[in-house]
Structures are given as structure tokens and as C-alpha cells.
């Protein structure tokens, strides 16, 4: 179980940093990412995250703006998100891919999770 945390209602230019969680299993074999979808749109990728934390990759759209890192330790996958835009506002998913390999490549399909959370909200007022 994957469980987010950290949305809320922020001004344009602000920050705020997402954490997911997961229970009931280690999340510390498994390749990370982040997933958002705005009110009458498709789930789009955000970031992705290698099980070490070696390996990200991001969407243009946030390239230089957001942060993914995980926390093995605490079993957390973060997402740190600077200089908002009202763009941005979406629900927040965390995702894991649970299909095991020796060499990480970004997925960046939604069909390539296995396990979601439910979400948390993002919105940026202009």
C-alpha cells in the first residue's frame, strides 16, 4: 500500500514537498515515480526514481523545478516542488514498479506500475 501526502492550496512561485509511504511492504526493491492528473485530463508522468535513488528522470515540464528522492530507511518516496505554476495544479500519485531487472530504464507509462496511492491534491492560485 502506497499512501501520499504533503498537497494543499499554494500561491504561484511557492513550494511544497510530497511524501508517499509505503506499509505493509518495502518499497526499497522497487523503482519509484510520480504521476499527476489535472481536472479533465489523462494521468501524465512527472518523475521517475531508480530503487538506489542513482537514477531519475523527469518531464520537461518540471525539469529544474521538482526534486524526486526516496528515503529507503523510512520506506518514503519524496517529490520536492519549487516555483509553482498554476499549471501544476493536479492530484499527485506515487507509483511503483514492482517488475524486477538488473538495469533500470525510466518508465514513463502509467501502465508500468504495478501499485498507486490515492493521490493528494496540488493547487496553485495565480
Known amino acids: 500500500r502506497l499512501e501520499e501526502s504533503g498537497g494543499g492550496l499554494v500561491q504561484a512561485g511557492d513550494s511544497l514537498k510530497l511524501s508517499c509511504v509505503g506499509s505493509?511492504?518495502?518499497?526499497?526493491?522497487?523503482?519509484m515515480a510520480w504521476f499527476r492528473q489535472a481536472p479533465g485530463k489523462e494521468r501524465d508522468f512527472v518523475a521517475t526514481?531508480?530503487?538506489?535513488?542513482?537514477?531519475?528522470h523527469y518531464a520537461d515540464s518540471v525539469k529544474g523545478r521538482f526534486t524526486i528522492s526516496r528515503d529507503n530507511a523510512k520506506n518514503t518516496l519524496y517529490l520536492e516542488m519549487k516555483n509553482l505554476k498554476s499549471e501544476d495544479t493536479a492530484v499527485y500519485f506515487c507509483?511503483?514498479?514492482?517488475?524486477?531487472?538488473?538495469?533500470?530504464?525510466?518508465?514513463?507509462?502509467?501502465?508500468?506500475?504495478?501499485?498507486w496511492g490515492q493521490g493528494t491534491q496540488v493547487t496553485v492560485s495565480s
Open positions: 505493509g511492504r518495502t518499497i526499497a526493491d522497487w523503482s
Open positions: 507509483a511503483a514498479d514492482a517488475e524486477g531487472s538488473s538495469e533500470w530504464i525510466p518508465r514513463l507509462n502509467e501502465y508500468a506500475y504495478d501499485y
Open positions: 526514481i531508480s530503487w538506489g535513488g542513482g537514477g531519475t
